[in-house]
């Protein structure tokens, strides 16, 4: 890992949460602590630095000692709202994203992403398992920043449709199909308290 370049880690927690009941998901507890909880746990290690995109709660989110940032865009525009600000404000040239609201996500996500965009040359890394891309598990490099800003100024803000003008690698994780599992509902939050 010490060969590689520096990776600025941002958990995605921007959202309004409409199918939880517009609560706050990074929040809702799982297994008595907050969802981010697990999420930091699992996806802190993978990275030099660790920052938080949140559009509310943001007292609450510092709780956890990571800086936390609102998107630039207002609206609740989506992930790549996020992601737009976290590339303004990250320390490193690499930037991985993660949901608040994925808590099972792989323990070698940064890594195996890492493989694939230095092994492709790419932009951007993206996870897929079997016929399902997950966009929002991503590794890019800092330097989209003004595209990106440029696609969001020009009212995009399909995360697909961003990465389709880049140069990106999917990066297969069948073996870990379940990892990629996030909590959008209540029935799904009571399917995993166990």
């Given at each position: ?65 990571y ?30 994203t ?27 890394a ?55 599992r ?13």
């Amino acid at each position: 890992m010490s060969t590689r370049e520096s990776i600025t880690g941002v958990i995605l927690a921007g959202g309004q949460g409409r199918r939880m009941g517009s609560v706050d998901k990074g929040l809702v507890e799982l297994r008595g602590r907050p969802m981010v909880a697990h999420v930091i746990e699992r996806f802190g290690p993978q990275v030099d630095e660790l920052i938080i995109n949140a559009n509310q709660n943001a007292g609450r989110y510092a709780d956890f000692g990571y800086p936390v940032f609102p998107d630039d865009i207002g609206g609740f525009a989506g992930p790549l709202a996020g992601l737009h600000a976290a590339l303004a404000r990250a320390q490193h040239p690499l930037v991985a994203t993660a949901p608040c609201d994925s808590p099972f996500l792989p323990a070698d996500l940064v890594a195996r992403l890492h493989g694939g965009l230095a092994a492709a040359g790419a932009q951007l890394a993206v996870a897929r398992t079997f016929d399902q891309p997950h966009p929002v598990f991503c590794l890019c490099r800092r330097d989209v920043l003004p595209h990106l800003d440029a696609f969001l100024a020009g009212g995009g803000r399909k995360i697909d449709f961003w990465y389709a003008t880049l140069k990106i690698v999917e990066v297969r994780f069948d073996d870990e199909e379940d990892a990629f599992r996030n909590i959008n509902t209540r029935d799904e939050l009571d399917g995993v308290q166990q």
